[in-house]
C-alpha cells in the first residue's frame, strides 16, 4: 500500500519538498497531500514589494506554480483554503480546516513535512487592531495592500526599516504616497551596523521618505475602526495606511502545541536532513531554525532562498537519497530605492552577542574604474576576528553593481578565511566593473594592513 | 650611504613596487628611479579600449599618477622617455637611453625591479610592418590608434579575438566603423570554451561587427606604405586600419640577455615575494610568470590587477616587510558589446593540457527574478574533477549584472571547494538581483546532481 506524505504549508519549502519527494517516487508509491490556508501556493512573497510599486503587474507573475500544476503534472494534491489546526504525532494525523465550507476532518500520514512559516510581528500597542494596519508576509497580505491603495490614500506609515520595512517604503514611494518610516533604532536596516544603516537612510531620504529614527510608536489611533494615525513618542502622523516592517518570528505554534521540540529562537529544531526529533516528521523554510556557521549558534532567518534549500533537502531524504542543509552565513541582499545593500557573517553587535572579539575596516571605492562613466560610490566594511584575522562578517552599501559583490564574502566566510588571505585573492577585473583593485580586495588589504600595524 | 633602487618600467607593477618601497624607506635611506621609455606612468592600460571608443574622454584621465607626482610627492625619480638598453647583474648597473636627447648613459643600483610588462605578439606575415596596423598595449598606442581615426577611416579589421581584440572591435563599432573580426579559432575568445565563445559572438554579430571565423590572416596588402586590405584564406578585406588582438607576451629579453631566468612560458621566473634567481633583482607585473592554483602550473597571464599586487608585495619586500603573491586562479572579466563574459580557473583544453579529467555542465538562468523587469539571460558552465568533485573552472556569459558573479567562482576555486559542497553555500538572493536559487548555485546543484547520477 503506498505511504502518505502530508505538507503543512503550500509555499517555498513545503512544495519544493512534495516536489523532489515525488521526483523520486512515484504516486503508486507515496501519495502527497498539501495543505495551504491562503489561496495560493509556491509563490514568491520576496516579490510583494515590487507589486505594490508597480513593477510587477499581477500577482499570478509572483505564482511559480498553481495548485492545479501540482495537481495535474506531479500527482500532488494541493489544497489552497485549507488550515492545519493540529498534529497528532500519537496517532500520525493532522486536523484540517476547509476555511470555505467551515468544515473540519482529520487526515493520516505516514511522514509530515510542517512548513508553517513565519508570521509578522505585531506589537502590542493600543489600537493595533484597526483596519489598515498592515503585515506583509503572503501574498494574500500583498492582496490586501493593493485593496487598500484602490481607496486613494495619501499618506502611510512604515513602522519598523527591516527589508520589507524599506522595500515597502519605496513602492510606496513609487505608487505616489506621501510616506513616513518609524524606527524605534538610530539607524534603519538593523541587520547591518549603524554608521552603514546611515548610509542606507540616505538613500531613503533622498527618495523622498520622510525618516522617524529612535521614535517608539505608542499608539495607533482612528475613526470608524480605521486607523488615522500613528502616535509616536514625539506626535502624531496622518497615516491612510500602516505596514508593518517589524520582523517575523518562525510561525511553529502549531508544531510547539504537538510537543514538536522548538529552540531558544521559537524556531522548529531539526538536524541537517530536516528532521525534527519527532520521527516520521519533518520541517523546512521560515518555520525552523538553522544552524549560523559563524556564530555556531542557532538563528531563524526568514528567507525565500533557504526555505527553498531546506525543503528540496527534506524531500530529497524523502525521496530516498541522502542530503544535509549545511547552515547559513547569514547573507542577505536588499535594492533600497537607487541603494544597494548586503550583508553577510555578523555584524558588530551580533558578533558581541557571540563573544567575539574583533576590529572593523570600512572602506569608500566605486562599482567601476574612476574613468569609466558610470562608476558609483561603494562602500564596504569587514569584521575581523581579532588574533586568527578570520572573517566575521561584511556589509556593502553603494550604487548599481555593488551589492552581489557579498557573495565573495559569503564564500570566504564559508570557507573560514583569514582577511590576510582574501588580500590575495584572484578577483576579476575590467574598467566596467571595478577598479584596479576590486573594492572587497582593497577592505580586505586595509584589515590585514591595520592587524599588522596592531602588532 | 643611501642605496639605490633602479625600477625599469613606469607602469602598475613598477610604480607600485617603487611606492610601496618610499612609503617604508625615506629618500635619505633609499634612492629610487624609474626608467619608462613611453611618455606616462602608471596608467591603466586596460582602459585604452574605453579612450578609443569615446566612453573616456582623454587620455590623462587613465594616467593615475604622473612623473611630477612621482618626484614631487614621493620623491621618486621618475623619467620617462628613458629606455633600459642593457642589465649588468655584475656590476649591477642598467644601460640607459635617453630617447630624446638620443644619449646613452650607465646608472648603478642595489636592488632593482624588472617590470618590463607585456609585448603584443605580431605575426610574421607578409606586410605586418605596413604603417596602420598597430597593437594596443601601451596608452602610446592607444594614442596612435586616436591618430588613425583622424583621418576618417571607414573600415577596420580587428585580427584576433582576445579580450583586447574584442574591446577594440566594439570601440571602433562605437566610431562608427565598419569592423570585421579575423580569427583563426571556430568562435572568438579562446579562454573559453567553443560554446561559451559562440554566444560572444553572437553578441557581436548584434553588435554590428562582421565575424570571420576559422579564416587564418595570410597578409597585409597596402599601398605608399599604408595597409588597405587584410588578405584571409577565403579573400580580400578591405581595412583603412588594423588592429592587432592577438594576444601578448612577456617582454622579457632584456632579462633573458642578461641571464636573469625566463621559465617555459617565457616569463620571468620569481618566488612568492617577487625575487628572482639573481640576487638583488626583483621582477613583477607582466613580465613575470606566476603559479596557477588549479593546475600547478606556472603561467603567463598579463592583467592590471596582477601587477598591481605583485609590484605592491616586491616594493613591501624592499621595503623590509614580509610579503608574498599567492599566485592566480585565471580570473578574468569583459563587457564585449552588450554581453558580459567571465572566466575562471581551467577550461575544458587548458584542464586536458593539465592531465585533469572532468565533466562539464551548463545552465541557462536569469539575472533577476523572472518577473522582475530588466532580468536577463544568464549562462553558467562549471567543470569539475571527476572522482573528487573538486570546481576546476567556470565560465559566465550574459547580460548586465552576470560576470561580476565569477568571483564566488573564484573564491570556491581558491578554497578548492567541489561542486556538492558548493551548492549549499548561503549566497544573496533578492528579485532585483537573482532568481530565488542563484544561477552559480543551480549549475553547482546540477553538477553534483550529474556526479549522483554517474556513480
Redesign the interface.
Known sequence: MAERLVVIGGD?AGMSAASQARRRRPANELQIVAFERGRFTSY?A??IP?MVGG??EDAQ??VARTPQVFRDRFQIDARTGHEVVAIDTGNRTVRVRDLSEEREFDEPWDHLVVATGAQPLRPSIPGIELEGILGVQTLDDGLAVERALEGRPESAVVVGGG?IGLEMAEALVMRGLRVTLVEMAPQPMRTLDPDMGALVADGLRKAGVELRLEEPVEAFEGQGGRVEAVVTSTGSLAADVVILGLGTRPRSDLAGEAEIPLGETGGIITDRRMRTPVDGVWAAGDCVETFH?VSRRPVAIA????A??QGRVAGMNLGG?YA????????????ICDVEV?R?GLNEREAREAGLEFETVRVDSSTR?H???GAEKMTTKLLAELGSGRLLGGQIVGGA?S??????L???L??E?TVD?MQ???????????P???P?LITARKAAEQR?GDE
Not at 528567507?303 to 533557504?306: A, D, F, P, V, Y
Not at 551589492?403 to 565573495?408: E, N, Q
Open positions: 517555498a514568491a520576496c516579490g515590487y513593477l510587477v507573475k509572483l527589508y556557521r528567507l525565500g532562498t533557504h527553498n534549500k537519497e544535509t542543509f549545511p547552515g547559513v552565513v547569514g547573507t542577505a541582499i536588499s535594492k548586503a553577510t574604474a574613468y569609466y562613466p553593481g551589492a552581489k559583490r557579498i557573495d565573495v559569503a564564500a570566504c564559508w570557507n578565511m588571505e590575495g585573492m584572484d578577483l576579476s577585473y575590467a574598467p566596467p566593473f571595478s584596479v583593485w576590486d572587497v599588522r
